[in-house]
Structure formats: C-alpha cells, structure tokens
C-alpha cells in the first residue's frame, strides 16, 4: 500500500472541491492504482462513482499568445493514452487546469466513454493523444490541439462552432457525478 501523501495535486484538488462542494459525499482514496483515483459515495455509502483525475499547470501565462491573453481563462496540456481512455473502469475523467491568473481551477468533467469518441474524431490516427484545452472568459471551453491560428483566434473572439471540439458542456459541470449519486 502506498502512502496516502503521494497523490498528485490534480487529485489533491478534485478531492477538496469535492468534499468543500459536497458535504454530504464521501471521498475514497484507493491503496493502489487501478486507473480510478478517487471513489466519492453518498452520505450512507450506497450509492458509488470512481473518478480518474488528469491535471495541467496553466500554459496561458507562459505559451499563450499577447492577443489571447486577456480573451482566455486558462489552457491545459495533456498527453494521453488513447487505449487507457477507452478501457476506463473509471465512471468519469476530470481533467483540471490550475489558473494561474484568477488562482482558481477549472475542471472538465466527463464520461470516459464520451472523451474516447470525441478524441477519435479530433485525433483519429495518433495512439497517443496530445490535448489542449482552452477556457474562454465566456465560460466556453474548446479541444485546439493541431488547430490553425486563425481557428484559435475565432475561440478567443468566441466565433468558432465545430461541435466536436467544443467541450463547453462538461466545464466546471459536475451533474454527472451528482447524478451518479442521486437516489432519483
């Protein structure tokens, strides 16, 4: 069994928005790693979702373009397995960008299942998966890996459509996991 102290700050961050969000759950720390990071459970326990947590620093302030900066929230990095993902025992992916900027979190959250299609859409021949995700000051937020720079400009300027890469719909929308937990 590992120590509990070795969860990473992705986790350590989900974990206590969790808890200061809901009171009435309970998070589960798992003694070793079997691609879920979390168990969060109904106040009496009878009621389960297992949470896999992917984290990224802001890459606004230091890789983010002039023009963007007062436009964006935050941008987040991340590389991923594109078979990990779709065998997932994981109910649910968070993926959560630390903002620099306004010193608050953003988290993606969603459905493995949901993340697995959306990638072999965007990135359907690269086995392992290079992941941008850009918040907008609008609360939008979109999938830009291998996108031109007039395609981030019309994110920035909140002018882009393409509905696969928008992601805006699990920003900071944790009714998956209330859901998960809800006796209705």
């Not at 990473?8 to 200061?20: C, D, P, Q, R, T």
């Not at 389960?48 to 983010?64: E, P």
């Not at 306004?102 to 949901?114: G, S």
Request: proline share 3%.
């Amino acid at each position: 069994m590992k120590p509990i102290f070795t969860i990473h700050a992705g986790e350590y961050l989900v974990g206590s928005f969790i808890e200061k969000t809901y009171k009435d759950y309970n998070v589960w720390i798992p003694s070793k790693d079997t691609g879920v990071d979390f168990l969060v459970t109904n106040k009496d326990n009878s009621l389960t979702a297992s949470i896999q947590v992917k984290f990224s620093k802001d890459f606004l302030i230091t890789h983010g373009r002039k023009e963007h900066q007062g436009k964006l929230v935050s941008c987040g990095w991340w590389t991923l397995n594109r078979e990990k993902i779709k065998k997932s025992p994981a109910d649910l992916w968070v993926m959560v960008i630390h903002t620099f900027n306004d010193k608050n979190m953003q988290y993606v959250v969603i459905d493995p299942k949901e993340l697995h299609s959306r990638m072999s859409k965007i990135h359907p021949t690269a086995k392992s998966l290079q992941t941008y995700l850009w918040v907008t000051s609008s609360k939008r937020c979109w999938e830009t890996r291998g996108l031109k720079k007039t395609d981030q400009n019309l994110i920035a300027n909140d002018k882009y459509t393409n509905a696969v890469r928008n992601f805006s719909q699990f920003l900071n929308n944790w009714s998956l996991l209330e859901n998960k937990l809800s006796n209705t």
